[in-house]
């Protein structure tokens, strides 16, 4: 990996812009080697506001390291699809036994406590969350950072930005079929690395983060 090529001129500059804002929401002020949650969902299909999680999987990071995890299977109160059952692995015999999301989402948000959140594709992960603990009646707004968005941000050379093609950039190994809490580990060691670049170009706080469309010439 040439780290001289990450912040390289590209020719779609406004969408890197556009992504950019949206690569941090909140206003945290932390160093990377501060508290997060890197976190993963399934949920019952794509529509937050009718559909339902069924699993919720996340590890704690501090100092660069993993130190607690937090893996939940979801009965979401309705049927999950045929195609969403093959999709995601997770059956409704799997989650009729398992408490449903107003029995998790206390336990998460306090797992969660005020670390900032990390996700791919935070802003569809934060909606299920949403719409959860509004039914709840709970508040709870979280300072997030978009792993989609920061990669794009970062490495705008890549063809793709999915998890497969980061970790193959990375070096990182990626099996087939993994669980959502092994799934997570891999999001976790793709966010290590995009911290590093980040250090590396003398961003180090994730209040920074949003700045970093001035590094691309």
Do not use: W
């Not at 934060?126 to 300072?143: C, D, E, H």
Request: aromatic content about 8%; hydrophobic content about 40%; overall charge negative.
């Amino acid at each position: 990996m040439d780290n001289q090529q990450i912040f390289s001129t590209h020719t779609n500059k406004t969408y890197l812009a556009n992504d950019l804002q949206t690569i941090v929401k909140g206003d945290a002020d932390c160093d990377f080697d501060g508290e997060f949650i890197v976190f993963d969902v399934e949920t019952t299909g794509l529509n937050a506001k009718h559909d339902r999680i069924t699993e919720i999987a996340a590890h704690k990071i501090n100092c660069g390291k993993i130190v607690d995890e937090f893996s939940m299977l979801v009965n979401p109160g309705i049927a999950i699809p045929q195609h969403i059952e093959r999709l995601t692995g997770i059956t409704n015999e799997m989650v009729k036994n398992a408490e449903t999301i107003d029995e998790v989402l206390p336990d998460f948000i306090d797992f969660c406590t005020d670390s900032v959140m990390v996700g791919y594709n935070i802003n569809f992960l934060m909606a299920f969350i949403k719409q959860s603990v509004a039914r709840l009646g709970i508040t709870y707004n979280p300072s997030t950072v978009d792993i989609l968005s920061l990669s794009r941000a970062i490495l705008p050379d890549l063809e793709k930005h999915n998890l497969k093609t980061l970790c193959g950039f990375f070096d990182i190994e990626l099996k087939e079929n993994l669980s959502l809490p092994e799934n997570n580990r891999m999001q976790v060691k793709v966010f290590f690395q995009l911290c590093q670049i980040m250090r590396e170009h003398g961003i180090t706080n994730v209040a920074d983060i949003n700045s970093l469309i001035d590094n691309v010439k």
